[in-house]
């Protein structure tokens, strides 16, 4: 058997998953889902390294035999490969200011901090649609407010929201340029601020339904398809869409369902796991859905993963309904206001808004689970049949 070229472009374009060695250390990893990778193991003083190459079919089996070689020469002088490559990436990042790269690697910096680490590219999003298409290649060094406006004005008082976002973003990139040691204006997002002046934008809140009006459309949800069962469960518990979509089985417990730290609003281990008391419809409805479950989804696609996120909204907006999923928190939350006497902390509780300090948080260490089991049990006789009398907690 030769012990290199063993592989050849015949074989790869047909090659089911698994491991293939084309000889001295060069590999390729071929995916379930299609996609391959190659990869070369040498040895650097006694010790293993492995180093990915690319995607296969990007490169073709010549270019990765090429690529190969060079990195196999490089480890028989006693250098590391990887260590070598890292070193050029950082030289040619250094020839290379342009907010595009520089972008990027802010971004890497910051993903471990973000939901998923930032695979969803909310975070880049703003960047990538308004700024990068026209400002990427500047150099960082020369940017400044006029730059910075004259990209945003379009969106200034259209898409406040993304506006806002984007340039907080551009301050974040610029902040880590300063921090490389890249002479640059950390004033810049500032003072385009100034002179894109006042937004005009009036944001608009989420439409929610009455709270009068939710047990109509709760008992209209008679349906045992897995829309029907997902909104009678957002009702009940008056959580977000996401926590929803992505409940899993294991995250049930009796009576509580625990929604992990990561599936919360915000950023990555930011928050803390949000326990959610499970009134007895709740549970009611969460088996009638279990025949769904597949892949540990409660609520999975048709497809893979969990539920689409447009699955509720497209419901609602077919019925003819300006109310919106997310609106039923506010739906929940003021009949709270207006036919209990719940305390504040509580109320708010429900929606797991923190109403105090981290400090405060910290000493006061209760997420009132008993208080809101019992409020959520009033709430679901209330959307269930019930009057929406005057609710007196027990103390």
Not at 279 to 306: C, H, M, T, W
Request: charged content about 30%; proline content about 5%.
């Amino acid at each position: 058997m030769r012990a290199r070229n063993r592989l050849s472009p015949a074989f790869l374009r047909k090659a089911p998953p698994g491991k293939y060695c084309d000889g001295a250390g060069l590999w390729l990893i071929a995916r379930d889902d299609g996609g391959a990778q190659w990869v070369l193991r040498v040895t650097v003083h006694g010790r293993r390294r492995e180093m990915g190459l690319g995607g296969y079919p990007e490169i073709g089996l010549a270019k990765a035999r090429e690529i190969a070689d060079r990195w196999r020469a490089m480890a028989k002088e006693g250098r590391d490969p990887i260590k070598e490559r890292e070193r050029e990436i950082r030289a040619a990042r250094r020839e290379d200011v342009s907010l595009a790269v520089i972008t990027a690697d802010a971004f890497e910096a910051r993903k471990a901090e973000l939901k998923g680490d930032g695979k969803a590219g909310r975070w880049l999003s703003p960047l990538n649609i308004h700024v990068l298409p026209k400002l990427g290649k500047v150099p960082v060094t020369d940017l400044d407010q006029r730059d910075i406006r004259d990209v945003l004005a379009p969106i200034w008082h259209t898409k406040a929201d993304t506006a806002r976002k984007a340039l907080n973003r551009l301050s974040i990139v610029m902040r880590h340029a300063a921090a490389l040691g890249l002479d640059v204006d950390l004033q810049a997002t500032e003072k385009a601020k100034e002179l894109l002046g006042k937004s005009r934008h009036k944001p608009k809140n989420i439409p929610a339904m009455s709270w009068q009006d939710v047990p109509e459309f709760y008992a209209s949800l008679g349906e045992l398809t897995q829309t029907h069962l997902a909104l009678r469960l957002l009702i009940l518990t008056g959580v977000r869409s996401g926590p929803l979509r992505r409940l899993r089985l294991d995250q049930i417990n009796g009576d509580v369902w625990t929604v992990p730290g990561e599936g919360m609003k915000g950023r990555k281990g930011a928050t803390e796991d949000f326990r959610v008391p499970l009134s007895a419809e709740a549970q009611r409805v969460i088996d009638l859905a279990r025949p769904f479950a597949r892949n540990g989804f409660l609520f999975p696609n048709n497809r893979k993963g969990e539920m689409n996120d447009m699955t509720l909204t497209r419901y609602m907006s077919r019925r003819g309904l300006e109310a919106r999923p997310h609106g039923f928190r506010t739906s929940m939350r003021t009949w709270v206001a207006e036919t209990t006497d719940a305390p504040h902390e509580v109320a708010e509780g429900m929606l797991s808004h923190a109403v105090d300090s981290g400090v405060v948080r910290a000493y006061r260490r209760t997420d009132y689970l008993e208080q809101r089991a019992k409020l959520a049990e009033r709430w679901a006789d209330f959307v269930t049949g019930g009057r929406g009398q005057v609710v007196k907690l027990a103390k």
